[in-house]
């Protein structure tokens, strides 16, 4: 099986970093998210990895290819046309069944149901409440994907799309994106779910699988909340602290860290050589060699070496910054 990893095809939702940093390597509980993800892939029958990447390419490669011992293929897609386009670059490439993974989220999922079950492809999705913010997938009694509504305004369901699939038969995949890039654009872009939606129509079967979580990291919030929940989930340590350091459970502090004189918690992750001084911290996402002094931080997160003294507040800053506040 070859697994395609669509790292562009759609626009970034983490616009204070991306710039710098590639998605899938900004890091939640002292983690990049594609190591997250690619923990899930242990076990199955991978034969190759195909990331589709954006302007950040050699980034991304000089990473994988030190991480990941797998045989790995990069193709840019230069064209920023949606989904579909991303996954369509891969087609001279895959020979057989594929799985898709879009990387912005961590998931709890069996993979190696693709390797069992009796369909022409897998979509997995997890339950929601707020179903209106989601691609939903709709159902037959058996299980089956009927259609994918993109934000519904009625409750028709509630299994959220998380970028997660599995394709046997990838020639109706093939099928599916020529039609989609023959139609006009919808609002710019070309939507991988439309080449799905095409397959269902003319008989192909695709299971509908649930996971036992998806944890969001496209956006400032949801990301600080799967480092909240991940961290709680075990990825939390610290070392020994000195008297004038509160430490509110669950934290993640790296090593190297200097701290006198603040409370760091809950729900923090401070990357290895940063220094806090005089601040209290929490909720938030520090990354490695910042230093922050006389300040209170809560639901930020900041990139490597920023600076900050005397700043009180929300903030969302990439690398290399510096704020200066009012001690």
Known sequence: ?????????????????????????????GRPVMDWVMDRLDGLNIEELIFITGHLKEQVEAYTRSRYKLPSRFIEQRVQDGTAGAVNLARPHVHGPAMIIFVDTVFEADLSLAESVDADGIIWAKEVEDYQRFGVVVTDADGYMTRIVEKPSEPISKLANIGLYWIRDTPALWDGIDHVL??????????????????????????????????????????????GILLAQGAARHPAVGADVTIVEPVLIEDGCTLARCTIGPNVTLEAGS???????????????????ESTLAHSMLGDEVTMRGFHGITSMGSHSTVEGVA
């Not at 439309?194 to 944890?215: K, N, P, S």
């Not at 990291?217 to 990301?223: I, R």
């Open 275 to 293: 220094t806090v001084t005089d601040s209290t911290i929490s909720d938030s996402i520090i990354g490695a060699r910042c230093i922050i002094s």
């Open 182 to 227: 023959a139609q006009p654009a919808n609002k710019g872009e070309y939507y991988l779910t439309d080449a799905f939606q095409h397959m269902i129509d003319r008989g192909r079967r695709i299971l509908t699988a649930e996971v036992g979580g998806w944890y969001d990291c496209g956006q400032l919030g949801t990301t600080l909340e799967t480092n």
């Open 1 to 29: 099986m070859q697994v395609i990893i669509p790292l562009a095809g759609k626009g970034s939702r983490l616009r204070p970093h991306t710039h710098l940093v590639p998605k899938p390597l900004l890091k939640v509980a």
